[in-house]
Structures are given as structure tokens and as C-alpha cells.
């Protein structure tokens, strides 16, 4: 197999914040995996909280000899090959885990899903995520998602958290799921504030306090009316046995994990203890957002916008129909190239 690799820079529609940070655009490495003729497509992308760059990432893929593998098949050796190359580089691992999985359906003629065992009918409802943004602003972008989706993630942690969640309810009446980005600290705050977002027809809050406030979260996991999710307190397959008893569900994503194969043990995992299971995903492109939704229809939700963010995707890949993740029936992870990337 022969890996090659490029950065490309994603261009936001519109400035994303959240309760750490703002942006106007992400960096992204595309790579490509061929064998025989078939090109396999993958993705890194790198958000801030978890230490890629660009140039960690290509060192990373520049280390990767995957000349040595004559068979594409024998995932179980590469991608363990491809983890002990070195600690971390969760994202530039995913990059080889998407297009490896892409180059398998191509070859096998079969949709990455279909490889998996799962029924694309049962693929879930997507949320659209409203960053933090002035009152105006949130009202705007509140009308033009509430029609397209049924559930909206909010972004939350701030000091006027209920602001925010009353300026999306004058306009809107559709689920939420809130998103608060380790931004609260103090429990009995977070434990008034689970029993207020019930009442206001919150399905679930995510990553309430710092990642590693255990002790806390499971607190208020115990006091709160409404499911607790860990997103930044979970990265690997690894992690989850610590969070038992502590929350309720895992937002389990590619970047983070080192991609759809350590996501699916992660599903498997999850839902052995107990657990809830939401996939999510970073900004990128419809390569990597299509890659974690043929693994959707396994999970309870899907916050899979990452794509809809970019105002330059260079894929066409799954698609939001009616608010439901909606997959083809193209081998592999069901993308195709619209445009030629610049490097
Ligand atoms: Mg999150």
C-alpha cells in the first residue's frame, strides 16, 4: 500500500466559539491510502485540546511505512503497526484507520456500515451545534437550524448560561442537548442548573465540569434529572472503565480515538457497562463526517455537523435528510472527490 498526504485548511462558513476558544478556520491533513489501483481516502483533523498540529501530523504519517502491507485485509496487524509508531497522534492515526476502512469497502465493493452489520435505516437524527455567540447572533442561527434539525447541541459554560437557553427557546421548541465544554465548577450549581435545563426540555448535558473532576461529575451525575455525557473526559477505548459509574453516556469520536475501528470497540464497550453512546466529531470534512456516520446507526445520538461547517468541503459524502443522518449505498465510507485540493 502506498500513503500519501497532504495539509489543507478548512474555511469556516461562520465564526465557531466555544466556552475555550474562537475561529475562523481549522487546519487538516487529507490522506490518501492506495493499493492495486483503489485509493482509499482519510482525514486528520486537529482541534486545539488535544495537542496536533499539522506538522505533528505529517511527521507522523512520514513515519508510517505502509509499503510493508501487501494486504489491506489484515487490518488487526496494521492498525496495531500504525498505534505503536508512537504515544498520542490520535488524529494522524484516525487519518490511516478512515482511509484504510475506505479502501477495504472500495475493494470489497461494500459500504463501511454493511462491513460493520448495520442497517443505514437505523441511522439516527443529527444535532446542529449553536456556538456561543451574542444573543443576535444565536437567535439567527437558531431560525435557520430549527427547521432543518430535530435536536440542536448547545454550547454552553459560560456566566449567562440561561440567557442562552432562553434566547434559543423563544424560538424554538425542538430537543436540546447542551454542551458545556468543562465550563462549570461549582456542583451545586451544575445540579440547580440539570433541574432547570430538564424543565426547559434539555435531553442531556455534556462534559459539565473540568475532564478530570470525576469525582464531581459523578456527583452531580447522581443529583441531576438528565443523562451526563463525558466528551473530553474520554479519548480511547481505555478510558472507559474509570467512567463507570460516573456518567451516563460516551461521545465517542474519531479524532479522538484513533478511528472507526478503536470507535466501534469503544460502542461495544460502552454499551457492555451500560452506557449511552453519542459519536461526534471535530470541523472536517465529509471524508472523516462520513467515515464516523456509517458507524451511527450503532449509537444512541450523533452530532455529526462538522461538515456543514466548511464553506471549502472537497468531499460529498452523507447527507442530512429531514434532520436524520442519511447514508448511500457507494463502497467504502461513502465519499466522492468534488474538487481537487490545494496543498
Ligand atoms: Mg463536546
Redo the contacts with the bound molecule.
Sequence with gaps: MKLTFSPYTLELKHTFT?STYSRDSTPGVQVRLRHEGITGYGEAAMPQYLGETVESVMSFLSKADMSQFNDPMMTEDILSYVDHLAPGNCAAKAAIDIALHDLIGKMMDIPCHRLFGLDKSKAPETSYTIGIASPQETTQKVKEASDKYHIL?VKLGTDHDRQIIESVRRETDTPLIV?A?QGWNDLDKAIDMCHWLKEMGVRLV??PMKRDKLDQMARLREASPIPI?A??SVQRASDIWRLDGVVDGI?IKLMKCTGMHEAWNMINIARSLGMMTML?CMTETSCAVSAAAQLSPAVDFA?LDGNLLIANDPFDGMHVVGGRITLNDRPGIGVTEIKQMQA
Excluded: R, T, Y
Design positions: 466555544i447541541k454542551d465544554n455534556e462534559q455525557f466528551d473530553e461521545n461526534g452530532d
